[in-house]
């Protein structure tokens, strides 16, 4: 579906995102965008998912605000992304919202800018929601109360971007916990992340998740559950999410079984099971 897709305008903006991801993601709007709602995109750091967004709609002579959320803050990560950049001083110092300004500069008037998803506050339905701030269960929770309640049944597509992640266990449980709502729509090979679509209202009173007093027997179903529906590329992240959900209960017992048992099952001893296994040790 997705190999015919141009991306050369993004002209070196440094991004996370896949080749495989951004081409999906222009050509799901060009064929499936209705303009019913917003497209939000979660996490935008430089520009590079925004501008894709803004060519497909170019592209489809369609017109749709867009929002772009970001802290725009520099983090560990600016230092690799941005390292040869002449203004890289200025974005240590100020941030990189100047950036993200310059690499939109010919959209920018069709986003409005959010600076830390704890400033929005979404009034319009949203069509195409592009999710990468799960990063703490309370922004896990902003975008569920704030994004996920504007969603339009029978219309809107949601891109769990951390879906294969290891730090953020939130992500496979909340799509666990609302897999009566959405079906997985595509699961994009060469990344972590998944296309769900939403079929159904998910009512009010299900849009507040208290992650630490779940019941254990719920984690553990969401993570057999994410293993299911995912390709096997993704499992060794999944499976190491599992054991990290019970690293952030600081569970040792558990999480230490879980490590077990993975490994026995053949994941190897490398990248995330060395990194749970220091956080395992470090566990009082
Ligand atoms: C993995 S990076 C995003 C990468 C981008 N989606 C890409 O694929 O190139 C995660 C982003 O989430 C942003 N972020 C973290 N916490 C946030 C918050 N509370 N509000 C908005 N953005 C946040 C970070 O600044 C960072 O740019």
Known sequence: MSTKVDLSFLNGIPHMMSDDELKFLFELLKKNFSGKGIIVDLGCRFGASTLVICKALQHVKTK???CACDT???DEECE????????KEYFKNNGYLALFKENLSNFIEDIELIVDIRNSNIQTPVEILIVDVMKS???AQLVIEKYYKALIPGKSFVYQQDFDHFLTP???VISYLYRNYFYVYKDIKNSGGIWFFYKKLIPDELLHIEFHTLPESEIDKAFRWALKISNKKKHKG?????VMSYIYRKDKNKAFDLWCQYLYQGYELSGEFVDLQRRLEELK
């Not at 690799?80 to 203004?87: A, F, G, I």
């Open 170 to 172: 939130w992500v496979q």
């Open 72 to 74: 725009f803050h520099w």
């Open 80 to 87: 690799t992304q941005l390292k040869n950049h002449p203004d």
């Open 137 to 139: 269960e309370e922004t």
């Open 238 to 242: 999944i499976a190491a999410a599992h």
């Open 64 to 66: 749709q605000k867009i």
